[in-house]
């Protein structure tokens, strides 16, 4: 099966979104199918041109092409090199040209392409190329959350019912999408995955060793994006409420999210925050930890029902105890008392006397990541493309 993937993403990119399109399109790769993912050649940051090689960076084998395509791209001088111009309609409106003269590149690309099915996470180019383009292939979107305003909502529904397949990455995208009319066999459910190889590299004493960190130091961590939503907020709070020694790392986040974090942070002494690093980087805090957390905020329907994250799949991978925040979401895969702790959304004194309650207790903290790790084996890459697949009666 001949694949093309439409990202309108930067690649390599501090986001999680395009670490999980490559790492989707290495998967699909490996299970035999010809890939290629076509790219927006956007305006990056200074940390992610410095990248080499992004198949290096992602951690995922050269098995796939990414083409990148050009477009008119304004978003980061306007959101981080002038923030002064993000007022009024300005940057709503360099993020409408970026995706416009993107979606034209790709249908041009895509006219002169042999492919099986067009898969994406981005609507309008998938539906122009499927408008334009069809040419007897399959049209697939991948949801993962759903537009705010009404309007938005029904512009987004007349594009989808345009669309052959629908997967999304929860049960209550699921819900919503069938509510509003589409057909069950239409859409199907593929939470989000891991490498598990990638967490099965190094111990947690040698992860302190090369951090510097004390193995007998209580160690918690959170790794990720710093949006609101994330609720990092409250863990900033969490960690003033926790004993002196306990080191709590907060690892991840560009700005200006990561500038709101290091200023609350300020008054916490046993609290490192240590902006984006690289996800192998990365990876080394989640090992050396005890307590790894996910503060989601009950606050956002996409916190509290639409995401799928990451770093969920990534801790229980690593087979660190758990603590996050009970919402449904969440309870998708994590059970309380069998493979995390769950706690108040949005409440810091109860996160924090989750995350007492793990560090006081080493047996139940070594017994919930390993149940946390027998339970990711299904949520692999590879897994997660052989279903999608399958879904889609690819061959």
Same mark, same amino acid.
């Given at each position: 099966m001949r694949l093309l993937v439409i990202a309108n993403a930067r690649i390599p990119s501090e986001k999680a979104h395009p670490l999980q399109i490559v790492h989707m399109a290495a998967a699909f790769a490996?299970? /035999?199918?010809?890939?290629?993912?076509? $790219?927006?050649?956007r305006a990056n940051t200074d940390a992610m041109r410095r990248v080499g090689d992004p198949y290096a960076y992602f951690g995922v084998p050269r098995n796939f092409r990414l083409i990148g395509l050009p477009c008119v791209d304004f978003v980061k001088r306007v959101t981080l090199d002038w923030p002064a111009?993000?007022?009024? /309609?300005? %940057? #709503?409106?360099?993020?409408?040209v970026q995706l416009w003269t993107f979606a034209l590149a790709v249908l041009l690309f895509v006219r002169r392409r042999q492919a099986d099915t067009v898969y994406s996470r981005d609507l309008l180019p998938l539906l122009l190329v499927r408008r334009f383009a069809a040419r007897g292939r399959q049209f697939v979107f991948e949801a993962h959350t759903t537009p705010r305003s009404v309007l938005a909502q029904r512009l987004h529904l007349w594009a989808v019912r345009r669309i052959d397949r629908v997967v999304v990455i929860g049960d209550a995208l699921?819900?919503? $999408?069938?509510?509003? /009319?589409? %057909?069950?066999?239409?859409?199907? &459910?593929? !939470?989000?995955?891991?490498?598990?190889?990638? +967490?099965?590299? #190094?111990?947690?004493?040698?992860?302190?060793?090369?951090l510097g960190i004390e193995s007998a130091t209580p160690v918690v961590a959170y790794i990720g994006h710093l949006y609101p939503w994330k609720g990092v907020d409250g863990l900033v709070e969490a960690a003033a409420l926790?004993?002196?020694?306990?080191?709590? +790392?907060? =690892?991840? /986040? =560009?700005?200006?999210d990561l500038d709101r974090i290091r200023a609350a942070a300020r008054t916490a002494p046993n609290l490192t925050?240590?902006?984006?690093? @690289?996800?192998?980087?990365?990876?080394? $805090?989640?090992?050396? *930890?005890?307590?790894?957390?996910? @503060?989601?905020?009950? !606050?956002?329907l996409l916190a509290r029902e639409h995401t799928s994250p990451?770093?969920?799949?990534? $801790?229980m991978a690593a087979g660190r105890a758990i603590v996050a925040s009970d919402l449904p979401?969440?309870?998708?895969?994590?059970?309380?008392?069998?493979? *995390? &702790?769950?706690?108040?959304?949005?409440?810091?004194?109860?996160?924090?006397?989750?995350?007492?309650?793990?560090?006081?207790?080493? @047996?139940?903290?070594? !017994?919930?990541?390993? %149940?946390? !790790?027998?339970?990711?084996?299904p949520y692999t890459w590879s897994e997660r493309a052989g279903s999608i697949a399958a879904f889609l009666a690819l061959p």
């Amino acid at each position: 099966m001949r694949l093309l993937v439409i990202a309108n993403a930067r690649i390599p990119s501090e986001k999680a979104h395009p670490l999980q399109i490559v790492h989707m399109a290495a998967a699909f790769a490996g299970r /035999g199918h010809q890939v290629e993912v076509l $790219y927006a050649r956007r305006a990056n940051t200074d940390a992610m041109r410095r990248v080499g090689d992004p198949y290096a960076y992602f951690g995922v084998p050269r098995n796939f092409r990414l083409i990148g395509l050009p477009c008119v791209d304004f978003v980061k001088r306007v959101t981080l090199d002038w923030p002064a111009l993000k007022v009024g /309609g300005i %940057a #709503r409106a360099a993020h409408l040209v970026q995706l416009w003269t993107f979606a034209l590149a790709v249908l041009l690309f895509v006219r002169r392409r042999q492919a099986d099915t067009v898969y994406s996470r981005d609507l309008l180019p998938l539906l122009l190329v499927r408008r334009f383009a069809a040419r007897g292939r399959q049209f697939v979107f991948e949801a993962h959350t759903t537009p705010r305003s009404v309007l938005a909502q029904r512009l987004h529904l007349w594009a989808v019912r345009r669309i052959d397949r629908v997967v999304v990455i929860g049960d209550a995208l699921r819900r919503w $999408y069938l509510a509003n /009319g589409l %057909a069950p066999e239409r859409v199907y &459910v593929a !939470r989000d995955g891991v490498d598990l190889a990638a +967490f099965a590299t #190094r111990t947690r004493a040698e992860a302190r060793q090369a951090l510097g960190i004390e193995s007998a130091t209580p160690v918690v961590a959170y790794i990720g994006h710093l949006y609101p939503w994330k609720g990092v907020d409250g863990l900033v709070e969490a960690a003033a409420l926790l004993a002196p020694d306990t080191r709590v +790392f907060i =690892v991840g /986040g =560009v700005p200006p999210d990561l500038d709101r974090i290091r200023a609350a942070a300020r008054t916490a002494p046993n609290l490192t925050v240590t902006g984006h690093l @690289p996800p192998a980087e990365a990876r080394a $805090y989640l090992a050396a *930890c005890d307590v790894a957390v996910i @503060p989601l905020s009950g !606050r956002s329907l996409l916190a509290r029902e639409h995401t799928s994250p990451l770093k969920l799949f990534e $801790y229980m991978a690593a087979g660190r105890a758990i603590v996050a925040s009970d919402l449904p979401s969440l309870r998708e895969v994590l059970i309380d008392g069998q493979n *995390c &702790v769950l706690v108040t959304p949005d409440d810091p004194a109860a996160l924090a006397a989750g995350i007492r309650r793990v560090l006081a207790d080493r @047996p139940l903290a070594e !017994r919930l990541g390993r %149940a946390a !790790r027998a339970d990711v084996e299904p949520y692999t890459w590879s897994e997660r493309a052989g279903s999608i697949a399958a879904f889609l009666a690819l061959p």
